[in-house]
């Protein structure tokens, strides 16, 4: 039988291509900044004129299909993931790197029917990296398999997570606390590479083996997700229950045993839903 969604990847991938090289062109040039939420969350001309660009790319192809951008929903957009085929796009994902020039920075889109992730594309543009997974098929990087390290002791993972500053005292409290803990299990280590997408493709080849983050958006996930499941990784909430792409949080992991494991170690803090509040 014909993969119905094969024409849609293919489009995909190009699209992901085009974006990466304005992407490119732009850091080239004088960087605009822009705020969003607070003096830390970052926009810039570029993330929203890349959003455009695929989102009128990918609507002239399949207009009947649905979207979520992350630049659309800061704009007022709804974020509710229906059962319609859905692309879930972020146009920049590591948008600090890119104002800093800090070289991991990607173009991630996650594409769901019936809520189901069924295919992901990740293209970390300035490493020219393109991270692809179609649901059953395996994940490949620049067309060549990859897979997880499988580790299953925690205590020999190299564990990626996102630090970032949080108004709300507690939260910022519990998320010190967190990376503490992890540290004094002790791990091999933890970085902190910038893109969750990116991190989530790095525990896909194995170049890390977990990755927890509270607070991201399904946009930041959804790609990475496919890239992530299909190279044999384990995705779960924070809490060590299933993964719920809208609900902001997320253990990636090498093994289910790695995963339990952190989750185990973790604090939760509330952070809202993408399809409700949002907070
Ligand atoms: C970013 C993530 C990054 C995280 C930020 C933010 P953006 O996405 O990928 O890893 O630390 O909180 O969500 O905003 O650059 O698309």
Redo the contacts with the bound molecule.
Sequence with gaps: MTDPWQECMEHCVEVAKQAGKVIREALQGDIAVMHKSSQVDLVTETDQRVEQLIISSIKAKFPAHSFIG?ESVAAGAPSALTDDPTWII?P?????NFVHRFPFVSVSIGFTVKKEIEFGVVYSCIEDKMYTARRGKGAFCNGVPIKVSGQEDLSRCLVLT?L?FKEDPQRFDTMMANLRRILAIPVHGIRSP????V?MCLVASGSADAYY?Q???C??MAGGAAVLTEAGGVIVDISGGPFDLMSRRLIAASSGAVARSLASHLTQFHVGRDDTDGS
């Design positions: 992350e972020d920049i994902d590591g948008t600090t996102e970032g910038g893109s969750a997408a991190n983050h607070g991201i958006h946009w930041d």
